[in-house]
């Protein structure tokens, strides 16, 4: 068992070895391809370079910088092909538009991707504040047709200079004030919404009150009426002999108003009579 563990551990280090020379060699001869001779413009440099990759090996080989003046530079693809293979990358953007402020929070809004299909991705990342405006043919999002980056294309251009920060930031400051007052009229809508809403139940409620009146399951005039004195309670019993006016009932018996209290009948002996529930409720906001 040792002997057969031992066989296995050689024959991987034999395997792992020529993979990583197979693999030395292919770099190698990527990185030793001539890229075509471009004339750049010595300027000096208005700050380090700002980009990064997860994949760094890759910007010396296939990309070089084009500083136009102490505030822009261009970021230019040279050319990078094999026997069989053109490396060349194609640019997936997730940004509103081709041009854009950077103010130094990265977002899906304003990334850029370089992918090579053989080589891998490259994230630009870029040092605030500036102005990245796209060159080079993109694609919107990963789904669309990819457009592969012909030789000394240049991609991207980066601009510095204080008229393009200002222009970026009153951009940003318009777009800013667009989405408050879109927020704003969203939630003033929401606002209007609720208080139609209440308004409706209001008038319903009003309706459904108005109609309990109507049919004698409410009498708001016992609200707002002056309590009844006791002298009164019992002239009124005595005259009416402790029964409904109506039926002669005994039980559940109710004074009641001959001419309403919300229509203006007074509370007195005169106007008051013995009823029982069932005859009050028939009575509801009648005369009589």
């Given at each position: 068992m040792?002997?057969?563990?031992?066989?296995?551990?050689?024959?991987?280090?034999?395997?792992?070895?020529?993979?990583?020379?197979?693999?030395?060699?292919?770099?190698?001869?990527?990185?030793n391809?001539?890229?075509?001779?471009?004339?750049?413009?010595?300027?000096?440099?208005?700050?380090?370079?700002?980009?990064?990759?997860?994949k760094?090996?890759?910007?010396p080989?296939m990309?070089d910088?084009?500083?136009i003046n102490?505030?822009?530079?261009?970021?230019?693809?040279?050319?990078?092909?094999?026997?069989d293979?053109?490396?060349?990358?194609y640019?997936?953007?997730?940004?509103?538009?081709s041009?854009?402020?950077?103010y130094?929070?990265?977002?899906?809004?304003?990334?850029i991707s370089i992918?090579s299909?053989?080589?891998?991705?490259?994230?630009?990342?870029?040092?605030?504040?500036?102005?990245i405006?796209?060159i080079?043919?993109?694609?919107s999002?990963?789904?669309?047709?990819?457009i592969?980056?012909?030789?000394n294309?240049?991609?991207l251009?980066?601009d510095?200079?204080p008229?393009?920060?200002?222009?970026?930031q009153?951009?940003?400051?318009?777009?800013?004030?667009?989405?408050r007052e879109?927020?704003e009229?969203?939630?003033?809508?929401?606002?209007k919404?609720?208080l139609?809403?209440?308004?409706?139940?209001?008038?319903?409620e009003k309706?459904?009150?108005?109609?309990?009146?109507?049919?004698?399951?409410?009498?708001?005039?016992?609200n707002?009426?002056?309590?009844?004195?006791?002298d009164?309670?019992?002239?009124?019993?005595?005259r009416?002999?402790?029964?409904?006016?109506?039926?002669?009932?005994?039980?559940?018996?109710?004074?009641?108003h001959?001419i309403?209290?919300?229509?203006?009948?007074?509370?007195?002996?005169?106007?008051?009579q013995?009823?029982?529930?069932?005859c009050n409720?028939?009575?509801?906001?009648?005369i009589?």
């Amino acid at each position: 068992m040792t002997l057969l563990i031992l066989l296995a551990l050689l024959v991987f280090i034999i395997w792992q070895s020529f993979y990583n020379y197979n693999r030395y060699r292919k770099l190698k001869r990527i990185s030793n391809i001539p890229p075509k001779q471009v004339n750049k413009v010595e300027t000096p440099s208005h700050t380090s370079l700002p980009i990064t990759s997860n994949k760094k090996d890759l910007i010396p080989i296939m990309f070089d910088w084009i500083e136009i003046n102490q505030y822009k530079k261009i970021l230019r693809y040279k050319s990078l092909r094999s026997k069989d293979i053109n490396y060349a990358p194609y640019i997936i953007w997730s940004c509103k538009e081709s041009e854009f402020y950077y103010y130094g929070q990265i977002s899906y809004e304003n990334r850029i991707s370089i992918i090579s299909q053989f080589l891998g991705e490259i994230v630009i990342h870029y040092e605030p504040p500036c102005v990245i405006k796209i060159i080079a043919p993109h694609s919107s999002n990963i789904f669309a047709p990819k457009i592969q980056i012909q030789d000394n294309t240049d991609i991207l251009e980066i601009d510095y200079s204080p008229e393009a920060i200002k222009r970026g930031q009153d951009k940003m400051r318009e777009e800013f004030r667009k989405e408050r007052e879109r927020e704003e009229a969203i939630k003033l809508n929401e606002i209007k919404t609720k208080l139609l809403e209440k308004k409706k139940k209001r008038e319903l409620e009003k309706r459904a009150l108005q109609e309990l009146i109507d049919e004698g399951e409410l009498f708001p005039e016992a609200n707002k009426r002056p309590p009844i004195p006791k002298d009164v309670v019992d002239a009124v019993w005595n005259r009416d002999g402790g029964k409904c006016v109506y039926c002669g009932s005994n039980e559940n018996l109710h004074l009641d108003h001959i001419i309403p209290f919300s229509k203006g009948g007074d509370t007195s002996v005169e106007n008051l009579q013995l009823l029982c529930q069932k005859c009050n409720l028939e009575k509801s906001n009648k005369i009589g």
